[in-house]
């Protein structure tokens, strides 16, 4: 009589097929087969295999339990790499299907899919009234997009580059950036102005301009410079859902450079939030500060330095206005020094407003050597390549300030 009947397993293994009944909890019997194998040495060994594969389940339902928890355990899904261009394209898709409101134009952004292809497909998917090609007149479809968020839509307003928005500079700043402030609260101005910006390659001085102080300086609205695709993709989706005028400045040459994103980042409701910094490498001797291309440039000096004995902290600004001085003070009050890198020129620039909120601020004190800023060479960009490298800020520049500061 069968005390208890414990599990049953079918085993199918191309020719091998084997039943295996257990039948009492303290002992391993009845096995039944059929093989279509005649080799004598093959049986055997498949009989071994199945004795093994019994002995290992004597320990009843725990064992199978144990099978049954390995078969649909599931392993941490892996980084997704998605280069700036993409997470860009992903962010704006999203925020049209989650918002109705929203709608891209620009010049060549539906038909021919951007300039950069950033926008590619959308006009596909969205058609003529929400994806909007216009005219070569950044002062017209800027004055467009404005009003049309003064109506209460939320515009997505390209600039091919950002050189080209100084045609559109009195929409910007006079419209969409003072009439919050000059309505008393009673008008906002949801809008994003977006495109590359900073210097490019063999452009020359009118396409490669850095406008992240220009913009920066002016009260009413948010700067934004994303360096990877993380930040591409969480801050564009809070400059369409703020209602306030975003300047986002993307990075022509970092549009085809992948980056690994999480799968917490690459759900539909991630954000970045803006005005939020991100140390992108702890380190304890000095703190390097920049955004968008230079902080690349950052990590591989600190990847340098850290072989010899040099720990640099990295902080990624992620925004310019608001600048998160909490963050920058916290980390030079860790370290006790400082070296800024930006693309742009040295008078006036990024690296001047941080040293100046430093030096203003409860970190000072704790600086152990003055601040140093690496910036773009304080000249019109040259088109000659050998010019236009030792005019924007390289690794090597970067080192060499480091050592400088620390006197090494």
């Given at each position: 009589?069968?005390?208890?009947?414990?599990?049953?397993?079918?085993?199918?293994?191309?020719?091998?097929?084997?039943?295996?009944?257990?039948?009492?909890?303290?002992?391993?019997?009845?096995?039944?087969?059929?093989?279509?194998?005649?080799?004598?040495?093959?049986?055997?060994?498949?009989?071994?295999?199945?004795?093994?594969?019994?002995?290992?389940?004597?320990?009843?339902?725990?064992?199978?339990?144990?099978?049954?928890?390995?078969?649909?355990?599931?392993?941490?899904?892996?980084?997704?790499?998605?280069?700036?261009?993409?997470?860009?394209?992903?962010?704006?898709?999203?925020?049209?299907?989650?918002?109705?409101?929203?709608?891209?134009?620009?010049?060549?952004?539906?038909?021919?899919?951007?300039?950069?292809?950033?926008?590619?497909?959308?006009?596909?998917?969205?058609?003529?009234?929400?994806?909007?090609?216009?005219?070569?007149?950044?002062m017209?479809?800027?004055g467009?997009?404005?009003?049309?968020?003064?109506?209460?839509?939320?515009?997505?307003?390209?600039?091919m580059t950002?050189?080209?928005?100084?045609?559109?500079?009195?929409?910007?700043?006079?419209?969409?950036?003072?009439t919050?402030?000059?309505?008393?609260?009673?008008?906002?101005?949801?809008?994003?102005?977006?495109?590359?910006?900073?210097?490019?390659?063999?452009?020359?001085?009118?396409?490669?301009?850095?406008?992240?102080?220009?913009?920066?300086?002016?009260?009413?609205?948010?700067?934004?410079?994303?360096?990877?695709?993380?930040?591409?993709?969480?801050?564009?989706?809070?400059?369409?859902?703020?209602?306030?005028?975003?300047?986002?400045?993307e990075?022509?040459?970092?549009?085809?450079?992948?980056?690994?994103?999480?799968?917490?980042v690459?759900?539909?409701d991630?954000?970045?939030?803006?005005?939020?910094?991100?140390?992108?490498?702890?380190?304890?001797?000095?703190t390097?500060?920049?955004?968008?291309?230079?902080?690349?440039?950052?990590?591989?000096?600190?990847?340098?330095?850290?072989?010899?004995?040099?720990?640099?902290?990295?902080?990624?600004?992620?925004?310019?206005?608001?600048?998160d001085?909490?963050?920058?003070?916290?980390?030079?009050?860790?370290?006790?020094?400082?070296?800024?890198?930006?693309?742009?020129?040295?008078?006036?620039?990024?690296?001047?407003?941080?040293?100046?909120?430093?030096?203003?601020?409860?970190?000072?004190?704790?600086?152990?050597?003055?601040?140093?800023?690496?910036?773009?060479?304080d000249i019109?960009?040259?088109?000659?390549?050998?010019?236009?490298?030792?005019?924007?800020?390289?690794?090597?520049d970067?080192?060499?300030?480091?050592?400088?500061?620390?006197?090494?």
């Amino acid at each position: 009589m069968l005390r208890r009947s414990v599990a049953k397993l079918v085993v199918t293994h191309s020719l091998l097929k084997v039943r295996y009944l257990w039948t009492d909890s303290d002992s391993c019997s009845d096995w039944t087969g059929s093989f279509s194998r005649t080799s004598r040495s093959s049986h055997s060994e498949d009989r071994s295999k199945m004795a093994s594969l019994g002995c290992f389940l004597r320990s009843g339902k725990n064992a199978v339990s144990v099978v049954l928890r390995r078969e649909f355990s599931k392993t941490p899904p892996a980084a997704v790499q998605v280069n700036v261009r993409d997470a860009l394209n992903q962010a704006m898709d999203e925020e049209l299907e989650r918002d109705e409101r929203v709608f891209l134009l620009g010049e060549e952004v539906a038909q021919y899919d951007g300039a950069y292809k950033v926008s590619r497909g959308l006009w596909k998917k969205y058609g003529d009234k929400r994806i909007i090609d216009t005219p070569i007149t950044e002062m017209g479809f800027a004055g467009i997009a404005v009003g049309a968020a003064f109506a209460g839509l939320r515009p997505i307003c390209e600039f091919m580059t950002w050189n080209f928005s100084m045609q559109a500079i009195d929409q910007v700043i006079n419209s969409a950036a003072k009439t919050y402030y000059m309505s008393a609260g009673a008008q906002p101005v949801p809008i994003v102005f977006r495109g590359p910006n900073g210097s490019s390659a063999g452009v020359a001085a009118q396409h490669s301009q850095c406008f992240a102080a220009w913009y920066g300086h002016c009260p009413g609205l948010k700067v934004v410079s994303p360096w990877n695709s993380e930040d591409a993709r969480g801050l564009l989706k809070a400059a369409i859902r703020d209602d306030n005028p975003v300047v986002f400045l993307e990075n022509e040459l970092m549009y085809g450079v992948p980056f690994d994103l999480s799968e917490e980042v690459m759900q539909k409701d991630f954000v970045v939030p803006i005005g939020k910094a991100k140390v992108e490498r702890q380190g304890t001797h000095i703190t390097l500060v920049s955004h968008s291309r230079c902080v690349g440039f950052c990590l591989d000096a600190a990847t340098v330095l850290a072989k010899e004995g040099v720990e640099c902290e990295v902080v990624n600004l992620r925004t310019i206005r608001p600048l998160d001085v909490d963050t920058i003070e916290a980390s030079v009050m860790k370290t006790g020094h400082l070296v800024t890198v930006e693309g742009g020129w040295p008078q006036y620039g990024v690296g001047a407003e941080i040293c100046a909120r430093v030096m203003e601020g409860p970190a000072f004190n704790y600086l152990d050597a003055p601040a140093v800023r690496v910036t773009g060479v304080d000249i019109p960009m040259p088109y000659a390549k050998i010019l236009e490298d030792h005019s924007v800020p390289q690794i090597k520049d970067i080192i060499f300030s480091v050592k400088k500061v620390l006197n090494m």
